[in-house]
Nanobody
């Protein structure tokens, strides 16, 4: 089974920095997209940043120029460097990964692409 575990959240002052990490484990054939989402109190979960297997990235307009997403394919991990943090960045941050697994039944090999979510790590930006 595949699991994602986030770490690095905490309390930080406005203008400060944090680095979030997400480690994946399990039998994975390949990982395609990996991303970070966040959900603030009373709001919908939103995409923060996304990185594809090809290395391209996508950011929410609200974090462009401040956040940087990166990945380490040797560790099947994804990171989010957050600089110049603002109070409005306060939220639970979730890691997401789209991956492919191999299923063999009766000598037949099948490739199944699905996704997984971490349990989240809380980031609080407050003075």
């Amino acid at each position: 089974q595949v699991q994602l575990v986030e770490s690095g959240g905490g309390l930080v002052r406005p203008g400060g920095s944090l680095r979030l990490s997400c480690a994946s484990s399990g039998s994975i054939f390949s990982i395609n997209d990996m991303g970070w989402y966040r959900q603030a109190p009373g709001k919908e979960r939103e995409l923060v940043a996304l990185t594809t297997s090809g290395g391209s990235t996508k950011y929410s307009d609200s974090v462009k120029g401040r956040f940087t997403i990166s990945r380490d394919n040797t560790k099947n991990s994804v990171y989010l460097q957050m600089n110049s943090l603002k109070p409005e960045d306060t939220a639970v941050y979730y890691c997401n990964a789209v991956y492919t697994i191999v299923v063999v039944e009766a000598g037949r090999t099948n490739f199944d692409t699905t996704d997984a979510w971490g349990q989240g790590t809380l980031v609080t930006v407050s003075s």
